[in-house]
């Protein structure tokens, strides 16, 4: 005789239900024991990122369940629309706790999916980014084909001008992904925690035995301040999204349309320009006194604050409307342009001209740097670049002589020969070939050199360049008709404000050419 078993029920399970504990448990993203370690580390969790950078959620995520039966869930990645101030912007934010935010099969797909709606409909993407690199080990599925991880790059080449592309570093961003950021309009990095790399220490010790610690090969600070390639350096990650939402608050959604306005504000600062700009070209002032003074209370935003201070770069607003700010600084070496500010100076100008950002360029300047340092650096090239940029900007350009105006300097500063809306000139301003110093020892060069007595020798000298910059008036200039108007300093913001409302209206359009060609 044998047993009968009475058949198992089987287990119904309501997919509602089943639905939802997946939604909870694929938005937790890694382990418990992953998220506490990022938490620990003193960063937020990716969607605790989101909830501060968006208005009030977002509009929709897709992919959340790639690799959730993996146990990857999203493949470490959040792809997702929400509206920062209104209005639609894209993110792609990667996910440390999953897997170290690695890019897998699934997470090229579903950024390159992100990148292509953004561009579509025609909003920014928001790049946060937190992650250690490809996985090596799913290479050959997404590596070498026309299907791979290079469309990233590949997309946001193609859209670069088309939609305002903006990374936040959180953490590290190695190798090929190290491109993200460099490819962007902006970067932000967290100091102490962002490091971005093509090979590590560990790679660099073994193929060129240098020891180096992973702040030095790649830190916030040393981006920011050397290489150039951060933008802006954060102490935190709630500095960080709010660096992005005040910098998106500048540029419009996309190419076509012009940046939004903000209500208008009186200036802050404490002192008139004409107090702040002094007569004398040897006494020294700081620009960003005189910037407080010109634009709207608490509305400047520096690009590259701590890379090249001797030119100082920045977004802000006049009356409510978006400027971009290309500065000589006379506090740090004389407001000279460096190598690193000409590239500093070209870049600042292709996002103004991409975004329809008009540019206010304030001039202080005695030129180009000359020594053989620079020229081995490339001065000349680099310089080129500038130029470049400067002569090929369709946007609104208006163009401020404050003091000195001299040389390849003056040119690059967009000076009238290279084409600006407006040349405006203080009462202070020495437009010239060259300073006293330079003109004199040219001109006089013989001739001083045959004064053997030292005393003689430095009277002529200083009698010569009393002379020659005597010779250096703003009114002979405005007689040549050379400036559009010499303007009292006091009253050089409403002069910009009614120009600029002018100038925003004219044609932008570009001579018929496929590209030109640019000093690299």
Not at 268 to 276: N, Q, W
Not at 401 to 412: N, P, S
Not at 423 to 432: F, M, Q, Y
Request: hydrophobic residues 40%; aromatic residues 8%; glycine residues 8%.
């Amino acid at each position: 005789m044998t047993d009968t078993m009475e058949p198992t029920a089987p287990v119904i399970v309501d997919p509602h239900d089943e639905l939802e504990r997946r939604l909870v448990d694929a938005r937790l993203g890694g382990s418990e024991k992953q998220r506490q370690k990022q938490k620990d580390a003193g960063k937020l969790l990716v969607r605790e990122r989101l909830e501060l950078l968006f208005d009030d959620g977002w509009s929709f995520e897709d992919g959340l369940f790639a690799r959730y039966d993996e146990g990857l869930p999203g493949d470490a990645v959040v792809t997702c629309m929400g509206k920062v101030d209104g209005r639609e912007v894209a993110v792609i934010a990667n996910d440390y706790t999953v897997k170290a935010g690695t890019w897998g099969k699934r997470t090229y797909e579903k950024i390159v999916r992100t990148q292509e709606l953004a561009d579509s409909v025609g909003a920014p993407i928001v790049y946060l980014f937190d992650s250690a690199g490809a996985r090596i080990d799913e290479q050959f599925e997404s590596y070498a084909g026309r299907k791979a991880w290079g469309n990233i790059f590949y997309n946001q080449v193609q859209y670069s001008g088309r939609v305002p592309q903006v990374c936040a570093l959180f953490g590290p961003s190695p190798a090929g992904s190290a491109y993200v950021p460099a490819l962007c309009d902006m970067t932000i990095m967290v100091r102490g925690h962002a490091t971005a790399y093509l090979g590590s220490p560990r790679l660099a010790q073994m193929v060129t035995g240098e020891d180096v610690t992973l702040e030095e090969m790649g830190g916030a600070e040393m981006h920011c301040t050397v290489s150039g390639l951060g933008d802006v350096l954060v102490e935190d990650d709630e500095e960080a999204i709010a660096a992005i939402r005040v910098w998106l608050s500048f540029l419009p959604q996309n190419w076509t349309e012009e940046p939004p306005r903000a209500p208008s504000a009186e200036p802050s600062g404490a002192r008139s320009i004409k107090d702040i700009v002094p007569e004398v070209e040897s006494e020294i002032f700081d620009i960003h006194e005189l910037i407080d003074s010109l634009v709207d209370d608490g509305s400047f935003f520096p690009y590259k604050h701590l890379f090249a201070q001797e030119l100082v770069t920045g977004f802000a607003r006049i009356d409510g409307q978006s400027v971009g700010l290309v500065a000589n600084q006379p506090t740090v070496k004389g407001g000279v342009i460096f190598p690193d500010s000409s590239d500093k100076a070209a870049r600042f100008i292709w996002i103004c001209n991409a975004y329809n950002i008009p540019i206010l360029f304030l001039v202080d300047i005695a030129g180009y740097m000359i020594g053989s340092e620079v020229e081995r650096q490339g001065i000349i090239r680099h310089g080129a670049k500038m130029i470049f940029a400067v002569s090929e900007a369709r946007v609104p350009r208006i163009t401020v002589l404050l003091r000195k105006a001299y040389g390849g300097g003056y040119l690059a500063m967009s000076g009238a020969p290279m084409q600006p809306d407006a040349v405006i000139a203080l009462p202070t301003a020495k437009p010239a070939l060259m300073g006293p110093d330079a003109a004199v020892n040219g001109i006089h060069f013989n001739r001083i050199q045959a004064i053997e007595d030292p005393h003689e020798r430095a009277a002529f000298i200083a009698e010569k360049q009393a002379e020659y910059a005597a010779g250096i008036d703003v009114f002979k200039i405005a007689n040549e008709n050379a400036v559009e108007a010499v303007v009292p300093a006091n009253e050089l913001r409403r002069e910009l404000i009614n120009r600029l409302a002018t100038y925003r209206r004219r044609d932008r359009t570009a001579p018929a050419r496929r590209n030109g060609v640019m000093p690299v």
